[in-house]
């Protein structure tokens, strides 16, 4: 335990006028500067970035005290306060405590906080719980692109805060990619980002629509997931196949956008159901094959991700609460009936198949909501499926704007 004592000096100064002959006089004054003496201890010397220390202090003849360092905010002239050390290296805890009539009083501890490096390549995670608080710590990876025959080291790291978590990753994944059925347009590259994850979010008041323009989610590996390809029919564009469809050059008010798993070419996407785009950022399209598995416990599958709104992104499967069996969760998408119509510059014709996401309809036919995502036992979260929309379609909270590109 650390403990550090403030010291004031106590100082009585007594000025007393002695006046001669004559009939001279002088006004007594009486300063009496009083001490205050502040303490401060921590529960720990040193602890794992991300873990908890208790901190205590008392102090005498204080009436108000200030908090500084990796704590902030007014504080009780004496108590106790659980704190996070957030960083590593040094933590540093003060308290200044003062009155009226009084000189000021200070106290300070340190805190070492140090990394515990976990290595989660092909992890297959376990942890169900929905606060990001709860994957506090440092990870890395090690990869390798198997058609350019390159290794890469990821990581992930998450600082948990007050109302939010800090996930910080080169969006490298923990596992190998780019595998020989892959058809990556561009290379890899290690991208530094860093997200910000709500801890407690909140259904908001309206749904917000993904549209390209943002990350839909972080994986708990650190890559991205953006669900929206810029495919689409587009028969003007130079680029277009003979039906008319185009890998790239669409944009969020472009109509029959492509389902990049739907799609002949699935746009080169590995076994990971991941590409990459023009600047090397490796994404997610949908199932990750990775970090989850088809032997789930507990509840059902664990937590693998999170979306922009700060709610969970579970695996696949669920624990039938009706049966007391295990089995996915199931999207409530289906492929509309009937034609699109003829074919014209706009209009793909033909029957719907699935291809486009205009295809395909909510019909609330399976387990999830419009956005894939469901309260399972109070936890609201979105789940893996096998079907469109594969992760996500839409968020119930509010995205945070760190997920901005």
Request: one cysteine or more; proline letters at 4%.
């Amino acid at each position: 335990m650390k403990e550090n004592y403030g010291y004031l000096v106590i100082m009585l100064a007594a000025l007393v006028g002695c006046g001669g002959g004559g009939g001279g006089s002088s006004d007594p004054v009486n300063d009496l500067i009083i001490s205050i003496t502040v303490s401060l201890s921590a529960s720990a010397d040193e602890v794992e970035v991300g873990s908890p220390i208790t901190l205590t202090w008392s102090s005498t003849n204080a009436q108000t005290c200030s908090a500084t360092g990796d704590w902030s905010g007014s504080k009780a002239v004496s108590g106790n306060e659980v704190v996070t050390i957030n960083k590593e290296g040094g933590n540093t805890f003060a308290l200044n405590c003062s009155a009226n009539n009084a000189s000021s009083g200070s106290a300070s501890v340190e805190v070492t906080g140090v990394l515990n490096i976990i290595n989660i390549t092909n992890e297959i995670f376990s942890n169900r719980i929905s606060d990001c608080a709860s994957y506090a710590d440092n990870y890395v990876s090690n990869v390798r692109d198997l058609t350019r025959v390159i290794d890469f080291e990821g990581y992930v790291d998450v600082e948990v805060f007050d109302t939010y978590c800090n996930l910080l990753s080169d969006n490298i994944p923990n596992h190998d990619f780019n595998d020989s059925s892959a058809n990556f347009r561009t290379n890899v590259a290690e991208i530094d980002r860093v997200f910000s994850v709500k801890r407690d979010p909140q259904m908001a008041a309206e749904i917000s629509q993904i549209n390209g323009q943002a990350w839909d989610a972080v994986m708990l590996n650190g890559v991205v997931v953006d669900v929206r390809s810029a495919g689409c029919y587009k028969p003007s564009e130079s680029r277009a196949d003979a039906d008319g469809n185009t890998e790239a050059g669409c944009g969020p008010n472009d109509e029959w956008m492509l389902i990049p798993l739907e799609y002949s070419t699935k746009f080169g996407a590995d076994i990971h159901n991941a590409h990459v785009q023009p600047d090397g950022t490796y994404h997610y399209h949908g199932n990750p094959n990775a970090m989850f598995d088809d032997s789930p416990s507990g509840d059902g599958s664990p937590v693998i991700g999170f979306a922009a709104d700060g709610f969970p992104i579970y695996g696949s499967y669920i624990l039938d609460e009706q049966t007391g069996n295990y089995r996915k969760a199931l999207s409530g998408y289906t492929v509309k009936q009937g034609s699109r119509g003829e074919r014209t510059d706009t209009n793909p014709g033909g029957d719907y198949t699935g291809l486009y996401e205009e295809d395909w309809e909510w019909t609330d036919s399976g387990d999830l909501d419009e956005c894939n995502g469901m309260d399972y036992k109070g936890e609201y979260g979105y789940y893996i499926t096998d079907s469109y929309p594969y992760i996500i379609n839409c968020l119930k909270g509010e995205p945070d704007a760190s997920f901005n590109k």
